[in-house]
Each structure stands twice: as structure tokens, then as C-alpha cells.
């Protein structure tokens, strides 16, 4: 593994529905199909020199680590950054974050769109995240 210094930049990946197929929780180590053209995309980034952090709600298992050995997904780290300033939390540092239900939202979109536009976008993304295509998204309560 290179230096992270030495890297073009830091990647941070989301698995469920980004890497992995996902039509809901059905336990920690039930895992989706691959999604080729991901994987592909995440080893041209690797053979180029970023840094690949995959950022997941998965615990790190074994099962997991196997999956992504047995469908070449190239990672330097996973759930954590051992590129993380020291005295930070345990949420990587990222230059760009792939994810399957992001909303971007800086100074700039706030200035020129407001706060309705967010809140809409917001509670679609929810709603959908509850009811549409990836429904019962999160695992059961305990």
C-alpha cells in the first residue's frame, strides 16, 4: 500500500446498494450480488493511485472481508482510516464519498437554494429510503 500521502486522493464507498446489491436488512452477514460496474470503477481509482475507504453500517466480519477478496474489490481500509488526524472521531476523512442515498449540501446550496429545497430533498430521500426500492433499510430494533 502507498503512503496516503503519496495518493491522488481518499475515496470513502458505501456497500449496501453501491457495491452490493441490497433490498433490505436480512442480517449482518447476508450479503447482496455485486455491482460489476462499481467494482470496476473503484479498481481503475486504486490502479490510479486514490485511496479506498469502504464506509458501511456492516460490522467488519470475516464473511465480509471475504466477499470483497472474492469479487476483487480493491480497499486500503474499512470503517475506519488509519489516515485520520490524530484526536479525531473514527469517521473517515474523504475527498469524495460514493453512497446510495447522499445529499450534497454545502454554504453554496444553502445560500442559493434554501431551506425548502433541503428539507424536500431530505424528506424524499427518506421517504424513499423507508419505502421505496431499498425498504426496511435499517436492521430490526433490538
Not at 500500500?1 to 446489491?21: L, S, Y
Not at 436488512?25 to 447476508?30: A, E, L, R, S, T
Not at 433541503?118 to 430521500?125: D, N, Q, S, T
Request: charged share 30%; glycine share 8%; net charge neutral.
Amino acid at each position: 500500500m502507498k503512503d496516503p500521502d503519496e495518493r491522488k486522493g481518499i475515496v470513502a464507498v458505501d456497500f449496501d446498494g453501491v457495491i452490493a446489491t441490497y433490498d433490505g436488512w436480512k442480517g449482518f452477514d447476508v450479503l447482496g450480488e455485486p455491482i460489476v460496474e462499481t467494482i470496476k470503477g473503484l479498481q481503475k481509482l486504486h490502479e490510479e493511485g486514490y485511496y479506498i475507504i469502504i464506509y458501511t453500517c456492516r460490522l467488519d466480519t470475516p464473511k465480509l472481508r471475504q466477499w470483497l477478496k472474492d469479487n476483487n474489490v480493491p480497499y486500503d481500509d474499512l470503517n475506519k482510516s488509519r489516515i485520520n488526524p490524530p484526536h479525531t472521531s473514527t469517521k473517515p476523512v474523504w475527498h469524495c464519498y460514493l453512497g446510495d442515498r447522499c445529499l450534497m449540501w454545502d454554504k453554496n446550496n444553502s445560500l442559493s437554494m434554501g431551506t425548502e429545497v433541503m428539507l424536500k430533498a431530505v424528506k424524499r430521500i427518506v421517504n424513499e429510503a423507508k419505502h421505496g426500492k431499498n425498504n426496511d433499510n435499517l436492521p430490526p430494533k433490538q
